[in-house]
């Protein structure tokens, strides 16, 4: 897989890294359709290298004296929904216990070049192999070595983190080089990257409560089921009719004191330790007793971007990601240029919205997948 486009100056340390490749060992997955036409995602047992060209490299310290590194990319494509071109930002996360020396070994050549990728033309290329499924690394080039090329600059940058004492003050904030920061509280939401199942964040809204807490709503494009799939048609239709809409609405809670960010609440929609192999995740259930207040585990530039991931097909989501191999969408609200829309209405005047737009928008795309 590659993504062509660049992403901004984007990283955790706030360190210049140039654009490289990036390619991560995974299994194989692919596509099926139900009976009844529903598209599913299947696991395979085969592994394959996926390759990421034009990716920006970061790294922060752990508590665990590991290294998270950070990649990131991005592509830029038509919205249906804004009616306009956005970009779409890409972030996979991982830790190693420490940075490896470079090395030059043959690759076969990307896909785009070649579509038989294992038949490839091999080619000479620098490799700094941060572990057995992760690597980073750039073709070879005939006015440098392997010394003085951007590969070796992102090495001595890592090398220089590692080495670094560990800071708790740096270690659970994003920083990121943003050309369109926010001084406003807005969390950055990180989802699961998984396209066929059209699980799109579509807007974000921010509604302050009162001076303790800000109520979030989130408007997904769609709700797939994965480990229900055989009941997915259904419970679209049953949306359909009782609420008049596909759509899905979650909503979490961001508690304040003295006017900055303290905590999260996930009423109903606590994902826990769920991945996206489960679909019906509805933890920390206002009914069982009151909400746990959970802790903030990060923070996007500042303290005023609390982090939330969501983990699940149902949409439940936590303060902890629990799918560590999966890129993820990176939606950074008040972006102009990205896919979503930033808003401030309550639950209530969503649940209460006009819904004819998604449901024109389902039927239509039923129909394409039908057809």
């Given at each position: 897989?590659?993504?062509?486009?660049?992403?901004?100056?984007?990283?955790?340390?706030?360190?210049?890294?140039?654009?490289?490749?990036?390619?991560?060992?995974?299994?194989?997955?692919?596509?099926?359709?139900?009976?009844?036409?529903?598209?599913?995602?299947?696991?395979?047992?085969?592994?394959?290298?996926?390759?990421?060209?034009?990716?920006?490299?970061?790294?922060?310290?752990?508590?665990?004296?590991?290294?998270?590194?950070?990649?990131?990319?991005?592509?830029?494509?038509?919205?249906?929904?804004?009616?306009?071109?956005?970009?779409?930002?890409?972030?996979?996360?991982?830790?190693?216990?420490?940075?490896?020396?470079?090395?030059?070994?043959?690759?076969?050549?990307?896909?785009?070049?070649?579509?038989?990728?294992?038949?490839?033309?091999?080619?000479?290329?620098?490799?700094?192999?941060?572990?057995?499924?992760?690597?980073?690394?750039?073709?070879?080039?005939?006015?440098?070595?392997?010394?003085?090329?951007?590969?070796?600059?992102?090495?001595?940058?890592?090398?220089?983190?590692?080495?670094?004492?560990?800071?708790?003050?740096?270690?659970?904030?994003?920083?990121?080089?943003?050309?369109?920061?926010?001084?406003?509280?807005?969390?950055?939401?990180?989802?699961?990257?998984?396209?066929?199942?059209?699980?799109?964040?579509?807007?974000?809204?921010?509604?302050?409560?009162?001076?303790?807490?800000?109520?979030?709503?989130?408007?997904?494009?769609?709700?797939?089921?994965?480990?229900?799939?055989?009941?997915?048609?259904?419970?679209?239709?049953?949306?359909?009719?009782?609420?008049?809409?596909?759509?899905?609405?979650?909503?979490f809670i961001i508690n304040l004191e003295n006017a900055a960010v303290e905590k999260f609440q996930f009423p109903g929609i606590y994902s826990g330790n769920n991945d996206m192999e489960q679909d019906d995740v509805h933890e920390d259930k206002p009914e069982y007793g009151n909400v746990p207040k959970r802790q903030i585990k990060y923070f996007f530039i500042d303290k005023n971007h609390p982090i939330i991931f969501i983990n699940?097909?149902?949409?439940?989501?936590?303060?902890?990601?629990?799918?560590?191999?999966?890129?993820?969408?990176?939606?950074?609200?008040?972006?102009?240029?990205?896919?979503?829309?930033?808003?401030?209405?309550?639950?209530?005047?969503?649940?209460?919205?006009?819904?004819?737009?998604?449901?024109?928008?389902?039927?239509?795309?039923?129909?394409?997948?039908?057809?």
């Open positions: 897989m590659v993504c062509a486009q660049n992403y901004e100056n984007n990283d955790f340390s706030n360190i210049d890294m140039p654009p490289i490749w990036f390619s991560h060992i995974e299994l194989k997955r692919k596509v099926e359709r139900n009976l009844i036409g529903r598209k599913k995602i299947k696991w395979t047992d085969t592994t394959e290298w996926w390759d990421w060209d034009n990716c920006f490299v970061s790294a922060v310290k752990t508590k665990e004296e590991k290294l998270r590194i950070i990649i990131r990319s991005s592509k830029t494509i038509p919205s249906d929904y804004k009616k306009r071109n956005v970009k779409i930002k890409y972030m996979i996360g991982f830790d190693i216990d420490h940075i490896p020396e470079l090395e030059k070994d043959e690759y076969h050549e990307p896909p785009e070049e070649n579509p038989n990728k294992q038949e490839g033309k091999l080619l000479p290329r620098w490799v700094l192999k941060l572990d057995k499924k992760h690597h980073i690394w750039q073709w070879e080039k005939n006015h440098s070595t392997i010394e003085t090329g951007k590969l070796a600059q992102i090495r001595k940058k890592l090398k220089n983190i590692e080495d670094e004492p560990y800071d708790p003050t740096r270690s659970n904030i994003f920083h990121v080089d943003s050309q369109q920061d926010d001084s406003r509280i807005i969390p950055v939401i990180y989802q699961p990257a998984i396209d066929s199942l059209k699980n799109y964040v579509r807007e974000v809204h921010c509604n302050k409560t009162d001076n303790s807490e800000i109520k979030v709503t989130l408007l997904f494009n769609n709700e797939h089921l994965t480990k229900h799939k055989y009941l997915d048609i259904f419970y679209r239709i049953f949306r359909f009719i009782v609420y008049h809409r596909t759509a899905d609405i979650e909503s699940t097909a149902n949409h439940a989501m936590s303060n902890h990601d629990t799918n560590h191999r999966l890129w993820k969408w990176e939606y950074i609200p008040w972006e102009i240029n990205g896919p979503v829309i930033l808003g401030t209405k309550s639950r209530e005047e969503l649940e209460s919205a006009n819904w004819h737009i998604y449901s024109e928008d389902w039927i239509k795309q039923s129909l394409r997948e039908s057809s």
